[in-house]
């Protein structure tokens, strides 16, 4: 999508991305990017686009904390369908205005549409976070930001309409599509292995890392692997495969627990979902395999 210049006056700012920093090539006005958690617009982008470096909370609770998840992450629904990784080196050109909105978008540097047209609608759902000097700006005058992007994907992909989708963990809770996607599974995840078993307090006190596989079919069966356990202590898998063993927590990996199962081109597909939560960066990541 071209950038459409409607206004007469329009500054330019570049920015340079790689391998996660950001680091300003040339600028005429002082512009930064302060996301939550971010503080540069590649890795949030990038971020989203691979479904990694997603930060939880062990007190994941209160509905701050719920609106920034919905708010801040805005992961790529890629379904995967082979292993081959795939590099890509992307430009995008970001139209900011005086409240840092953004306003308009171009995306080159790749001959896949299905991957700049997901790009693009990042691009578009970015929150106001983009700040610099207005001192001297005339009314109606915008930013450009223009930003080179690289990174890799796991493998050939299709965008889902919607990825596997779980019934609300607490059951006073109603059953909210938004709500209800991997992001905020793996969130909640993640703070039930950790109170649900040997220590309490502050997230310093577990280390290591999860890995975690399951299947979605199509009839909305969970199918799960005991997860590969990293974690300085062992874990009780126990409270999270079986329902009736932890009912407050709706059995996290349960058999019992229904899936909304993910949906391509209108129609339930069956996928694979591999995970990792690592609790030494607080942060945890997925990918989606289409299952044949």
Not at 42 to 55: A, E, H, P, Q, V
Not at 94 to 118: E, F
Not at 123 to 144: A, D, H, Q, S, T
Not at 186 to 194: K, M, P, Q, R, S
Request: glycine letters at 8%.
């Amino acid at each position: 999508m071209k950038i459409r210049f409607i206004l007469c006056l329009f500054l330019f700012v570049e920015t340079a991305f790689l391998a996660g920093a950001q680091e300003p090539v040339a600028s005429a006005r002082n512009v930064s990017f302060e996301g939550r958690g971010y503080d540069s617009f590649g890795r949030w982008i990038t971020d989203n686009l691979t479904c990694s470096g997603f930060t939880f909370n062990t007190a994941f609770r209160s509905a701050y904390e719920e609106d920034r998840i919905n708010r801040y992450y805005q992961p790529a629904l890629f379904l995967y369908t082979d292993t081959v990784a795939q590099h890509f080196r992307l430009q995008t050109d970001v139209l900011i205005d005086r409240g840092g909105h953004v306003k308009g978008t171009s995306v080159t540097g790749s001959d896949n549409a299905v991957l700049l047209q997901c790009v693009d609608r990042l691009l578009r759902k970015l929150p106001p976070w983009w700040k610099f000097e207005r001192k001297g700006m005339e009314k109606g005058e915008m930013v450009v930001v223009r930003t080179p992007l690289e990174f890799t994907l796991p493998g050939h992909f299709v965008v889902m309409d919607h990825g596997p989708l779980y019934n609300r963990l607490l059951p006073n809770m109603r059953f909210d599509r938004m709500r209800a996607s991997l992001d905020w599974y793996f969130n909640a995840l993640a703070d039930a292995v950790y109170n649900y078993n040997t220590h309490r307090g502050g997230m310093s006190a577990v280390k290591g890392q999860l890995l975690l596989q399951f299947v979605i079919d199509t009839e909305g069966r969970m199918v799960a692997q005991v997860p590969v356990n990293r974690l300085t202590d062992d874990v009780d898998f126990g409270v999270f495969l079986y329902k009736e063993r932890n009912p407050g927590r709706n059995g996290l990996l349960s058999g019992d627990l229904r899936w909304v199962p993910a949906q391509v081109n209108g129609k339930p597909v069956s996928v694979r979902v591999d995970a990792v939560i690592d609790y030494d960066t607080g942060t945890y990541r997925w990918n989606c395999f289409l299952m044949r």
